[in-house]
Structure formats: structure tokens, C-alpha cells
């Protein structure tokens, strides 16, 4: 398989941690061409891609994992969505032009981070988790919350540039996972990697470098891809759920409804035909009759 767009999990066997590597190219790639995102943005939203493959790595259910950054400051939104398959997407909202500055500072006063976990089928079981700001990057931040939250001592090494995103997780196991000092060690040795290896090596070369003198058992590498599940079926219940009314006095004054998918930049175009075939009924005689 190639060392692109790869996720690699991997267990100690003296250490009790388990670990994985994420590199991203092709689909983060295929995010960058959605839309011209700024240099800071970039940084946040391609470590959060790698930060939510990697969380999501060993979860056992159908379904999505998302990870939300909502704010005050002039970044508004970021979200990434993985999915049990491997798929991810991701998007972003921001005002101007983003300066140079610590994550806190973009999101301003009021700023959120939220962690959904939304099963395919039963979404009455969603759950959600707010992940404290503390820290200077996503990989801190989510340190910390698994580690108060879920208490998992956690290590998380993030990277992203034009061209690639990627990440690495170190978890500590249980007792009875081999020699409880063997976390530390592994920590301490995991710290040491740099974000250009991350961006450049394949996961075989960044075990060897980090941990040749630790037994490592590695798992088969899965596949990672860009994929968007919109589609003009879900564009049609959305607008069902906005009402006949609203979707009627916009075909009245535009003509049509437009609506752009953010993940994808796909574009839905409802005419008056579509409309009245969706909703069954003449949208814009209703409109004028409640004008009138």
C-alpha cells in the first residue's frame, strides 16, 4: 500500500502503549482545493484531519467522529468529520484575514471545542464531549481532555503544510500491559519527533528512527480518503425541514434555491419545478396568496 494517505497501527509489546501514525496527502489536498484557505488555518485545520484519524483510530463503532472549533475572533469555524471507513472532510469559516497568532487569539472571548461522536444509525445515542482550551495547539488541547476526561495518558505529535498533514498518538494501556515504567520511556522517545519527518518519512522509517530498540508489532495499514456524503437527496430534506413558506419567497424573489455544499463545494440548484415536485404543491401561488 503507499505510505500516502495511510493510517498505521501499532502496539508495543514490552511498553503498555498502543500507538498509530496518520499521513494525509490526497485528501487533505483535495480539502486545500475546496477553497483558499489562510496560512494559519491551514496548520489548524490539517492538524485537526490528522488529530481526529488518529482519536478515532482504535473507537470500534459505525459512524462519525467529528471535531468542532467554534469562536468569537476572526476564526468563526473549523470542523473535520472522519467516518468508520476511513473517509474524512473538513471546513472552515473566518473574517479577513487571519493573522499569525496562537489559536486562542483567533477564536477570541468565547471559543469552543467539541468532540461528537454520531453512530450511523442510532443518531439518539450522539455524544458529546467539550474539550477545554487549554494549551498552545490542538495536539495539547486533546492531551489534555483524554487525559481529565477519559483519564488516558495521551501524546499526540501533529504536523501540516501545503502538501501534507499528519500526526502521531502514543496511548498508555492498562496495567498488565508490560512494564509500567515502559510509558515514560515511549513518551519521552515519541517527543523527540519532528515535524518534518512526520511531513516526509513513511511510518515504517519514523518507527525505526523513534523505537529500533523496542518491539513493535504493526498492523496492516488502512487506507485513508476525501470523501463528502452530500447529496441532492439530503440538499431536499434540508429544505423540507426549512418550510414551503421560506423556500417559496426565495424561488419568488431569485428565481431559484442555490445551495453550496461547505465540505465540497458542490453546488444544488432547486427550480420552481423541483421545488413544488419536492414539497407537492405550487410553492409560489402559496407565497403570493399569503401576500396577499
Known sequence: MSQHDTLQRFLFDGAPVRGALVRLDGAWQQVLARRAYPAPLKTILGQMMAAAQLMSANLKFDGAMILQLHGSGPLRLAVVECNHDRTVRATAKWDGDLPDAPILDLLGGAGQFVITLEPKLDKSQTWQGIVALEGDSIGQMLENYMLRSEQLDT????????????????????????????????RILGGTLQAEELLTLPAADILHRLFHEETVR??????????CNCSRERVGNMLKMLGGQEVGEVLL???SVEIVCDYCNQHYVFDEDDANEL???DLLAAVREARH
Not at 172 to 185: A, S
Open 155 to 186: 501524546r499526540l505529535v501533529l504536523a501540516s503544510d501545503d502538501n501534507t498533514a499528519a500526526g502521531m498518538l502514543l496511548q498508555r494501556l492498562p496495567e498488565g500491559h508490560g512494564e509500567p515504567e515502559g510509558w515514560d520511556r515511549i
Open 218 to 227: 504493526v498492523f496492516e495499514p488502512e487506507g485513508v480518503s476525501f470523501s
Open 253 to 255: 424573489e431569485q428565481g
Open 279 to 281: 414539497f407537492d404543491y
